[in-house]
């Protein structure tokens, strides 16, 4: 019996791992991995997924990185950071990538940056809002895209303190993103106007929010305003709850990421009005480059493009760029060839900043409206995230000091 | 005043509707003693049945046919499961049902997504039910009211049910005393499948009743299933009407607390289930399970500890595992670290579960305690004392938390183990100045002699090979025949002089001290923590490990864990769909391998030394 298991607890192990192997590199291609919640966020991830692969062929078609074809191997990290960082051993190690992008969530986004930087590998962080992935936790090999909790909170403060509100109530989910815009929110508007008094907060646990309870509590504190932090189905909740209730009635609402159309969509026909909000209004922008995108997007997949897929596309184009120009897949000269760096992008050119490593993109900030039974933004701008980011001088003493 | 009694009636709308989902996991495990860990699957795809037919059917006649043909079409799908899937296993140890819905519900988890796409999905209000009733001057949605009435409705039609009609009294029979039941005569199969049927109908109306509140998406099973699981346990195994009053307590105190400690929500359920159980160890109103008349049946064969021929064998595998860096690349290596990590770990729980008969759902909080143990040491110290640290964070863990829970047995300590495991997660979660919050910690990197793969693989071999081969010298130490058993026949053990609860105690803190080492190589391995390592699933996780291998066996934590950790890593690394890859294989392993992998083996062994007219030699 101990035999028969000591046997077999080898041959497990030996058969299991055997076919994992040394790492086999061709020298024709250019890998980059890429690590994302396939499995937990698919609504967000497919979207995204759509958008690297029309990058993807564009990149190819136009002969790839200084002649070389470019090619994406994708994992999915199970919405774990454990699984993320294995996902990401296999793909440096195993699968032989020059750099690692993607990750969502801003928890598995911080447990690969940490890994890029300790492996000495380039990581572009797509989606994972945390400021502290180029802040407090940032490092040499880690760039990241999208803009952080900072800057929307940025873009989001700048409206609300056009608002005669005085008093301001608060709801967001009880995890780090929530807690940081929160945060964030109240300095910058209580810094424009001193006036504004906080006279709420509910911190619903994400995913589980008793949205009668919390409607209530909130109402009970007599806001004039109220900013709101959840999304997906807690935000669905939080609507129906509220619009029944009258939360909202007569009350201005921000919120952050709700006119995304990942988010928007869902709510239909209850979508609620006026509500100042960042997102993507990919039917009504009208930055040049977009079109162009748009148009493809559409041709290749018969579908809207949502942000996600604004995310995946400009992901790859930065790889891809930043491939081209270092004309090296050596991790240090791919990160002195990243700082600075100018991309295009279907909202305009960004840049990659040298002092934090992150980018200008920017998101749209407008007013939610109810157009054919379906949401939609109105009075809506594009926010360049160069205008609300601190100053690069003033970002080195946010990092690590080492 | 007006918004306290509106807060009050918000608090009763909740609990309506956290009773209506819970109250067919009360009846299931009252009955069958299954934790039906696919409650909430069920209750989600009773959600997204409705979607669909609500999409066809409309009016209010239509809106609530929706409703209950959901509610029966999963019905027939959870008798259908319970058929072919359940029954085979009936006979095997509790835990293997536990673990067959676990699979069922990653299945349905994939299947939802793959049937209805990824977009959260919002169904239509009820018909004549959209809009708010006045109450003392606050508008309170009038479909919240009905809520707030199908709640008892449905109360008072399950108590009729159970004490007004003959299948009610065999419900009931079959509650109290299994055995006795079927040794009168009652067709078990059929009272079986009924009830369960019966409870998923329950389940499926409950999540087909959020429908006009909520957006059906794929994550809606995890977000109940562990409320459900406490209300039920709070009020005690078995008792619907407990489970109201549970639901009614919980919901009420979160509608309040959040008034006060806004943050509350995160962790009160669970503060309030391990306050309940420690005072009252079977739930508000639930009876002290029936002393089973059978010695467990657990032991499939005598355990004996390695052979001479069994340690050549072992020490054969071991120069073997310490060959690997020779011919494995790096990530074959890191895979390798991983998977020997978990080995200690179920190896850990195995010492609760197959040695002691402790079911525990909360041994992630003792390996999450060793990470975060030698993470925070980190700072401070080296590599070295943060593995020394890390253990001794989780003995520390295991020795107050252990004394609390091996007051308590069967269900009812698992589900204590599984309230201090996630009391522990929110904190780890909320205490951001110490633990980072859900940011973790980060640069938990090994010393520079223990930091190339190959290093860190014989580091973490020798430390598991020595964790293993002490499990085992306890196992076959007078201690560990006590602990045995204490498992196999507490009554007689007890009588000749072993203190159980001292005897068990000393296990439960054990284990949580090798878990805690275990967590701490996992710390090194990953470079960072975060309160993942705490948490459900990861307990979970081990808990598979452990059955799949065998808990009758001595090497069954060993084994199911190098086997279930490496079809996962391969699985995840394959496949968008992995949930539905695991669930199914935990499926067909489950059924095909009731005593586990390695108990099927010995079986099989044994069989055929015994047609060959041998004596059976472990």
């Known amino acids: 019996m101990k035999t028969l298991s000591a046997i077999l607890a080898s041959v497990t192990?030996?058969?299991?791992?055997?076919?994992?192997?040394?790492?086999?590199?061709?020298?024709?291609?250019?890998?980059?991995?890429?690590?994302?919640?396939?499995?937990g966020l698919p609504a967000f991830t497919e979207p995204y997924r759509k958008g690297w692969q029309l990058a993807l062929d564009e990149v190819n078609a136009s002969g790839g990185i200084n002649g070389k074809k470019l090619e994406v191997v994708s994992k999915d990290d199970g919405g774990k950071p454990a699984d993320a960082v294995t996902a990401a051993n296999e793909l440096v190690a195993n699968d032989g990538v020059v750099m690692l992008v993607g990750t969502f969530f801003s928890n598995i986004g911080l447990a690969v940056s940490d890994f890029a930087n300790q492996k000495k590998t380039f990581f572009l962080a797509s989606e994972p809002l945390t400021d502290a992935i180029t802040w407090s936790k940032g490092n040499r090999y880690t760039f990241r895209l999208r803009p952080p909790n900072y800057v929307q909170a940025a873009m989001l403060a700048e409206e609300?303190?056009?608002?005669?509100?005085?008093?301001?109530?608060?709801?967001?989910?009880?995890?780090?993103?929530?807690?940081?815009?929160?945060?964030?929110?109240?300095?910058?508007?209580?810094?424009?106007?001193?006036?504004?008094?906080?006279?709420?907060?509910?911190?619903?646990?994400?995913?589980?929010?008793?949205?009668?309870?919390?409607?209530?509590?909130?109402?009970?504190?007599?806001?004039?305003?109220?900013?709101?932090?959840?999304?997906?189905?807690?935000?669905?909740?939080?609507v129906r709850e509220g619009n029944t209730r009258g939360l909202f009635k007569d009350r201005a609402v921000v919120s952050f990421l709700t006119g995304e159309p990942e988010y928007l969509d869902p709510l239909k026909d209850e979508t609620p009005e006026g509500w100042i909000v960042t997102g993507y209004p990919w039917d009504a922008v009208t930055i040049p480059e977009h079109a162009a995108f748009l148009k493809a997007y559409q041709a290749k997949y018969n579908d809207y493009p949502r942000l996600g897929s604004v995310v995946g596309y400009a992901t790859l184009k930065s790889a891809a760029a930043i491939l081209a120009k270092a004309k090296s897949t050596d991790s240090e000269k791919l990160v002195d060839a990243a700082e600075g760096i100018r991309i295009d992008t279907p909202f305009g050119k960004i840049i990659f900043r040298k002092?934090?490593?992150?980018?200008?993109?920017?998101?749209?900030?407008?007013?939610?409206?109810?157009?054919?039974?379906?949401?939609?933004?109105?009075?809506?701008?594009?926010?360049?995230?160069?205008?609300?980011?601190?100053?690069?001088?003033?970002?080195?003493?946010?990092?690590?000091?080492? | 005043?007006?918004?306290?009694?509106?807060?009050?009636?918000?608090?009763?709308?909740?609990?309506?509707?956290?009773?209506?989902?819970?109250?067919?996991?009360?009846?299931?495990?009252?009955?069958?003693?299954?934790?039906?860990?696919?409650?909430?699957?069920?209750?989600?795809?009773?959600?997204?049945?409705?979607?669909?037919?609500?999409?066809?059917?409309?009016?209010?006649?239509?809106?609530?046919?929706?409703?209950?043909?959901?509610?029966?079409?999963?019905?027939?799908?959870?008798?259908?499961?319970?058929?072919?899937?359940?029954?085979?296993?009936?006979?095997?140890?509790?835990?293997?049902?536990?673990?067959?819905?676990?699979?069922?519900?990653?299945?349905?988890?994939?299947?939802?997504?793959?049937?209805?796409?990824?977009?959260?999905?919002l169904?239509?209000?009820?018909?004549?039910?959209?809009?708010?009733?006045?109450?003392?001057?606050?508008?309170?949605?009038?479909?919240?009211?009905?809520?707030?009435?199908?709640?008892?409705?449905?109360?008072?039609?399950?108590?009729?049910?159970?004490?007004?009609?003959?299948?009610?009294?065999?419900?009931?029979?079959?509650?109290?005393?299994?055995?006795?039941?079927?040794?009168?005569?009652?067709?078990?199969?059929?009272?079986?499948?009924?009830?369960?049927a019966i409870g998923i109908f329950l389940a499926a109306f409950g999540g087909a009743l959020e429908l006009p509140r909520e957006a059906v998406s794929h994550t809606m099973d995890l977000q109940i299933i562990?409320?459900?699981?406490?209300?039920?346990?709070?009020?005690?195994?078995?008792?619907?009407?407990?489970?109201?009053?549970?639901?009614?307590?919980v919901s009420e105190l979160n509608a309040f607390g959040i008034l006060i400690f806004p943050k509350i929500s995160l962790v009160l359920v669970f503060?309030?289930?391990?306050?309940?159980?420690?005072?009252?160890?079977?739930?508000?109103?639930?009876?002290?399970?029936?002393?089973?008349?059978?010695?467990?049946?657990?032991?499939?064969?005598?355990?004996?500890?390695?052979?001479?021929?069994?340690?050549?064998?072992?020490?054969?595998?071991?120069?073997?595992?310490?060959?690997?860096?020779?011919?494995?690349?790096?990530?074959?290596?890191?895979?390798?670290?991983?998977?020997?990590?978990?080995?200690?770990?179920?190896?850990?729980?195995?010492?609760?579960?197959?040695?002691?008969g402790l079911v525990s759902f909360g041994h992630a909080a003792y390996f999450g305690l060793g990470a975060y143990g030698a993470a925070l040491a980190l700072k401070h110290f080296g590599m070295a004392t943060s593995l020394v640290a890390g253990p001794l964070a989780g003995f520390a863990g295991a020795l107050l938390f252990g004394w609390f829970c091996v007051r308590l047995s069967g269900v009812y300590f698992a589900m204590l183990t599984l309230a201090f495991a996630q009391i522990l997660w929110s904190v780890a979660f909320q205490w951001t100045e110490v633990t980072g919050g859900d940011n973790g910690l980060i640069g938990i990197w090994p010393s520079a002699w223990a930091a190339s793969a190959a290093h860190f693989y014989w580091l973490t071999l020798v430390l598991v090979v020595i964790g293993i081969a002490l499990l085992r010298v306890i196992l076959f130490s007078p201690f560990g025949y006590a602990l045995r058993a204490l498992r196999d026949n507490e009554l007689r053990a007890e009588a000749i002089g072993l203190s159980r609860h001292r005897i068990q105690w000393i296990a439960f803190t054990v284990a949580g001290a090798f878990a805690a080492l275990a967590g701490a190589l996992h710390a090194f391995l990953k470079g960072s923590v975060f309160p993942d390592d705490l948490g459900i699933p990861l307990s979970i996780d081990a808990l598979a490990m452990v059955l799949l291998g065998g808990a009758g066996t001595v090497s069954g934590g060993v084994i199911g864990a190098a086997l279930y950790k490496t079809l996962s890593i391969w699985v995840v690394s394959e496949t968008d769909y992995s949930k539905l890859a695991i669930g199914l294989l935990i499926i067909v392993l489950v059924s095909a391998f009731p005593q586990g992998v390695l108990g099927a083996l010995a079986a099989w062994r044994g069989r055929r030394a015994a047609e060959h007219g041998k004596g059976v030699s472990p």
């Open chain 1, 13 to 39: 192990l030996a058969t299991a791992l055997s076919g994992l192997g040394r790492p086999v590199f061709a020298d024709d291609t250019i890998k980059i991995g890429d690590i994302n919640s396939y499995s």
């Open chain 1, 160 to 238: 609300a303190a056009k608002l005669p509100a005085k008093k301001w109530a608060t709801i967001a989910p009880n995890y780090e993103y929530g807690q940081s815009a929160v945060a964030v929110f109240k300095k910058l508007l209580s810094a424009k106007r001193p006036d504004i008094e906080w006279v709420g907060e509910q911190w619903p646990p994400q995913g589980k929010i008793d949205a009668g309870a919390v409607v209530a509590a909130i109402a009970e504190t007599q806001p004039d305003a109220i900013l709101n932090v959840t999304f997906g189905p807690d935000l669905v909740k939080l």
């Open chain 1, 355 to 402: 002092a934090d490593h992150q980018s200008t993109l920017g998101t749209f900030v407008g007013k939610t409206v109810l157009k054919n039974g379906k949401g939609a933004l109105t009075d809506v701008s594009y926010r360049d995230g160069a205008k609300y980011l601190p100053p690069e001088s003033e970002v080195s003493a946010l990092r690590p000091q080492n």
């Open chain 2, 1 to 121: 005043m007006a918004f306290v009694f509106n807060q009050f009636v918000t608090g009763l709308a909740s609990a309506s509707s956290l009773f209506l989902a819970a109250c067919g996991l009360s009846i299931i495990f009252g009955v069958s003693r299954i934790v039906n860990f696919s409650h909430g699957a069920f209750y989600m795809l009773g959600a997204y049945i409705a979607f669909t037919l609500s999409q066809y059917l409309s009016g209010a006649v239509g809106f609530w046919s929706a409703i209950v043909l959901a509610s029966v079409f999963a019905a027939a799908l959870g008798a259908a499961v319970e058929i072919t899937l359940l029954r085979r296993i009936y006979g095997a140890h509790e835990l293997l049902q536990l673990l067959l819905t676990f699979g069922v519900t990653l299945v349905v988890e994939d299947a939802v997504v793959l049937i209805w796409g990824p977009s959260d999905l």
């Open chain 2, 123 to 196: 169904g239509p209000r009820a018909p004549g039910l959209k809009g708010a009733l006045n109450l003392f001057g606050q508008p309170f949605p009038t479909y919240d009211l009905l809520l707030i009435a199908l709640g008892p409705l449905t109360l008072i039609a399950i108590q009729l049910l159970l004490r007004r009609t003959h299948w009610g009294v065999l419900v009931r029979a079959a509650t109290q005393d299994r055995e006795m039941i079927a040794a009168l005569g009652v067709n078990q199969k059929w009272l079986f499948t009924s009830v369960f």
């Open chain 2, 226 to 249: 562990t409320e459900v699981l406490v209300v039920v346990v709070i009020g005690g195994l078995g008792n619907v009407l407990g489970t109201f009053l549970a639901a009614v307590i």
């Open chain 2, 271 to 356: 503060l309030i289930m391990a306050l309940v159980l420690v005072v009252r160890p079977w739930g508000l109103l639930g009876q002290p399970e029936a002393a089973s008349r059978t010695a467990s049946g657990l032991q499939v064969m005598r355990w004996s500890p390695l052979s001479p021929r069994g340690r050549l064998l072992a020490a054969v595998v071991i120069a073997a595992a310490a060959l690997m860096p020779l011919v494995g690349g790096n990530y074959s290596l890191t895979v390798a670290t991983e998977v020997l990590i978990f080995m200690l770990f179920a190896a850990s729980l195995h010492l609760l579960v197959g040695a002691g």
